[in-house]
């Protein structure tokens, strides 16, 4: 008979306090990378009547999470946090071509490169010697920002599920931002979406981390079409 010891599930590596507060860097707005200047076309949307209030900035925001995010650069940053822990340049190249050909609109591809070009720059101005700096930097057209964002989580020494919240996280709080101009809403509501998108982050990330290569997608139709229309919009905060 086997003993209950053998049915418990592995212990999970602790998260160290150093590694936790360089993930809560990578998240904050305050990080240097531009990601405060995007709408990733919500601001489209509320131009269009697709976002009235807090109620469909809220639905707007977790289909984006879960069709998007989830299936598409949440998927990316997970494959390259591990092709990075091997340095295996090859399949972070082919991981990075992969998100500029996925790119539906040029100002999304504008954004994630970028995101990881500044991303590059604020890893070299940190002064720490990492080889695998010179290959991010080296890719073309220009790194991208999940695979640029899975290096630094990588360096924080974190484990992959910490450094995907991470992620999610920063977005989720540049988007809710967005929405409070944008729309515009008060401080409690987005405080509220934010709340939403917490609770539906964990799935999204367990989702993003089983997809295998012929799995991962960037098919958001919608998207696109609102994406595409801020590109010519007459007046915009938010960048395209």
């Known amino acids: 008979m086997r ?7 592995p212990e999970r590596t602790p998260l160290s306090s150093s590694a936790m507060l360089q993930l809560m860097w990578l998240a904050s707005p ?15 949307a509320v131009e269009s009547g697709l976002i009235t209030g807090e109620t ?4 707007w925001l977790r289909d984006q999470l879960a069709l998007a995010l989830a299936r598409s650069d949440l998927s990316v940053a997970s494959a390259s946090f591990a092709a990075w822990q091997r340095h295996d340049a090859e399949r972070i190249a082919e991981l990075n071509a992969w998100v500029t050909q996925t790119r539906e609109t040029h100002e999304l591809r504008q954004q994630t490169e970028q995101m990881g070009r500044s991303l590059v720059e604020w890893l070299k101005n940190r002064g720490e010697p990492d080889d695998r700096l010179a290959t991010l930097a080296a890719l073309r057209p220009a790194p991208t920002w999940p695979v640029a964002f899975a290096l630094a989580a990588a360096q924080t020494g974190a484990p992959l599920r910490e450094s995907l919240l991470s992620f999610a996280f920063g977005w ?3 988007m809710v931002q967005a929405a409070l101009k944008a729309v515009p809403l008060g401080q409690s509501a987005g405080q509220r979406i934010l709340a939403a998108l917490s609770r539906e982050i964990p799935v999204a990330i367990e989702h993003a981390i089983a997809l295998t290569d012929r799995e991962r997608q960037a098919f958001t139709p919608m998207l696109a079409i609102v994406s595409s ?3 010519t919009q007459y ?3 938010f960048r395209s």
């Open 3 to 9: 003993s209950l010891a053998s049915h418990r599930r």
């Open 30 to 44: 305050a990080l240097p990378v531009g990601g405060f200047s995007y709408s990733e076309a919500l601001e489209a």
């Open 56 to 59: 469909q900035a809220g639905a």
């Open 172 to 174: 989720a709080e540049n």
């Open 229 to 231: 229309q801020h590109e």
């Open 235 to 237: 007046s915009r905060l």
